[in-house]
């Protein structure tokens, strides 16, 4: 059974660093695109960008780049998200997905990351 | 912000059928790339619901449907159940296929 296991909320104050990370099984790791979507409390959801595990490509939303990183540790099957500087702004949920020719068909059960003074 | 248009809310009766639209533009929808739709009832991750603009995947009951046509592609619930209250949204491709985009959502609200 294909899974993504998401690490867990966070509670953090602005310009404080973050990074939260998705764990994938019951699958090649490597072969498959993995995606990070934001959804702001009671918004849609936005696409943040993408890694391939396999070679650590990425490609970013034009409206994310700069503003988070993604990175990947193939030996452990994870890949990450993080921030250098948090702002309030950031408060949202975070899912990871894995991205195939038929969309994205296992999500992760989202990572609560909330920024407050 | 994003460049696939959904109506905020349909609702319907149970039994009832409702479809979803998902305007785009000649730069993902009608340059010819796949819709894919997702469910997600409020609180959990969101679920695939439709592939490649009409074919489901494996347990996804045969109420749900899927087409696409020119710069649009639709979403219909036939015998609309309860258990279908959820906010539903569309995906394609942003002129490459590395830069997915997601539509606006549609809450799905049961009568």
């Known amino acids: 059974e294909v899974q993504l296991v998401q690490s867990g909320a966070e509670v953090k104050k602005p310009g404080e660093s973050l990074k939260i990370s998705c764990q994938g099984s019951?699958?090649?790791?490597?072969?498959?695109?993995i995606g990070w979507v934001r959804q702001r409390p009671g918004r849609g959801l936005e696409w943040m960008g993408m890694?391939?595990?396999?070679?650590?490509?990425?490609t970013y939303s034009p409206s994310f780049q700069g503003q988070v990183t993604m990175s990947v540790d193939g030996s452990i099957n994870t890949a990450y998200l993080q921030w250098s500087s948090l702002e309030a702004s950031d408060t949202a949920m975070y899912y990871c997905?894995?991205?195939?020719?038929?969309?994205?068909?296992?999500w992760g059960q989202g990572t609560l990351v909330a920024v407050s003074s | 912000q994003s460049v696939l248009t959904q109506p905020p809310s349909v609702s319907g009766a149970p039994g009832q059928r409702v479809t979803i639209s998902c305007t785009g533009s000649?730069?993902?929808?009608?340059?010819?790339?796949?819709v894919h739709w997702y469910q997600q009832i409020p609180g959990t991750a969101p679920k695939l619901l439709i592939y490649?603009?009409?074919n489901r995947p494996s347990g996804v009951p045969d109420r749900f449907s899927g087409s696409r046509s020119g710069t649009s592609a639709s979403l219909a619930i036939s015998g609309l159940q309860a258990e279908d209250e959820a906010d539903y949204y569309c995906?394609?491709?942003?002129?490459?296929?590395?830069?997915?985009?997601f539509g606006t959502g549609t809450r799905v609200t049961v009568l």
């Open positions: 997905a894995r991205q195939t020719s038929r969309g994205w068909d296992n």
């Open positions: 000649s730069s993902n929808i009608g340059a010819g790339y796949n």
């Open positions: 019951g699958y090649s790791f490597t072969s498959n695109w």
């Open positions: 890694i391939f595990p396999g070679d650590s490509d990425t």
């Open positions: 995906q394609s491709y942003g002129g490459r296929l590395s830069d997915s985009v």
């Open positions: 490649g603009n009409d």
